[in-house]
């Protein structure tokens, strides 16, 4: 199932700041499938969304409909893998991340070489399973991850 927008009813989740999806005004049917943006037309933001949270792949366009960044999603936060790309669509960054705050951040260059790594290890052994894989990733590895629309360490259980 695809909505728009402006087809669901938002109600603020107090844990993540971002919003919960409905089918009624009420909140009473969390809405499962995938919201669509688009601003004159053009797609601006797809992202899957499981009872009510934003769940799985999150896409956000630029104006010219060309990907800017895709992030894994899980509980209406950033928790896996993000990569930013250039106009060019060609990754600029490869990120890792748990609940939005970034764990570590490689940035390429034009050529796709590694140009500059990030890390950030203040949550130590306390990670979930699957970003300590993540982590396990070298540099060009996290830059060539492919995204999986069925991951099942985004889903909700």
Do not use: H
């Not at 993000?82 to 970034?102: P, Q």
């Not at 796709?112 to 130590?124: G, P, S």
């Amino acid at each position: 199932m695809e909505k728009q927008f402006e087809e669901l009813y938002l109600k603020d989740d107090p844990i993540s700041g971002e919003s919960d999806y409905y089918l009624d005004e009420l909140f009473k049917n969390p809405y499962n499938g995938v919201v669509i943006d688009k601003v004159n037309d053009i797609l601006m933001w797809k992202f899957d969304v499981r009872k009510g949270k934003r769940t799985g792949l999150e896409y956000v366009y630029n104006t010219d409909g060309k990907v800017e960044q895709i992030n894994e999603c899980r509980n209406n936060l950033m928790f896996g893998v993000s990569k930013e790309y250039d106009n060019n669509e060609d990754v600029k960054t490869a990120s890792i991340v748990y609940n939005n705050s970034y764990l570590k951040i490689v940035e390429v260059n034009e050529k796709q070489n590694v140009v500059l790594e990030n890390y950030d290890n203040r949550y130590e052994d306390k990670l979930p399973e699957y970003l300590r894989k993540l982590l396990l990733l070298s540099n060009q590895e996290l830059v060539n991850y492919e995204f999986k629309t069925d991951n099942p360490n985004l889903i909700i259980l």
